[in-house]
């Protein structure tokens, strides 16, 4: 029911790589766009190599894996996404470089027919606020803010089932259950959240690491001990300081920024250890270093 079979993604960095594959494995043409060359190649060279580690552990036959290579194109420019049903975007987390990504993108579609639907993978910015950008845009075709869209991917996108589904204050029903069928028939488990800050994911996952940021620095025990008594305990496949490295521990302060401003609320303000790391540039996997070190493969 959701009549998508072109998808287009904003942004290919893990979140958007991953989007990508994702889309072009479950049969969807898939039109991937970076305004950096550069991650538009990493992308690219990226693809082959996981999918053809799925075929080596025999998740996926050959036949299968070219397939889904011969559905991916990289562009270096938007306007290749006129054919594209539905747009996610997965940039930088930045108000305005989103609001200036959907305004391009609905200014686009007003001209074209279509009912195209423009997702964001946003893991804390409002629906509402990012689809109110596109308020002002008319047209015989117009993606304004009720096909606008959360789809909140989880990383890594092709391991993880989860999207979480956040409808702004005038996304529409049909764009809502056109999504959820998306994103089922892109293997994911799509459930719905209301868009407030964190959705429920960040709400409840980010104050848990910044606790046990707490633990950390009031010396309850060491890191490693923290997340080993969490994963063994709480049966989760990484501890909570483990996951803030993978996830990024400057995204993790903007998320609790986003909960503490957004619910207005001192109890989620960022721990000032975590705070300190990253001004430190101890950022986590991506900088080699945050909590844990982590040399260069
Ligand atoms: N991309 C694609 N596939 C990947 C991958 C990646 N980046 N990383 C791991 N995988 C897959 C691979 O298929 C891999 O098998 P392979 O090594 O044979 O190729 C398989 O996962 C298992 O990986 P590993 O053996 O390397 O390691 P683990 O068994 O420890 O699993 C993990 C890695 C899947 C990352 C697991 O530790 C995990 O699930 N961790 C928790 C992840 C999580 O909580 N993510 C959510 C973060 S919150 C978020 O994204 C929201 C945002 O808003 C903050």
Redo the contacts with the bound molecule.
Sequence with gaps: MHGIKTVGVVGAG?MGG?IA?VAAVAGFQTIVYDAYPASIERCKADHPK?LG??VE?G?MKKEEADAALGRLKYVSALDAFGSCDIVIEAIVEDVKAKHDLFVKLAEMFAKIPGEQILATNT??ISITEIAAATRHIKGPSVAAPEQVIGM?????????KLVEVIKGLATSQRTTERTISLATAMGKTPIPANDRPGFV??RV??PMINEAFYAWMEGVAEPAHIDEIMKLGCN???GPLR?AD??GLD??VH?MDVLADGLNNDRYRACPLLRQLVIAGRLGDKSGRGVFEYPKK
Excluded: D, E, W, Y
Aim: aromatic content about 10%; proline content about 9%.
């Design positions: 893990q991953g594959q996981r580690r799925l552990k998740a893991s804390s909140h991917f989880f990383n890594p996108v092709p391991v993880m994911s960040n996952l980010m989760v496949p990484m996951l993978f996830i995204t993790c998320i």
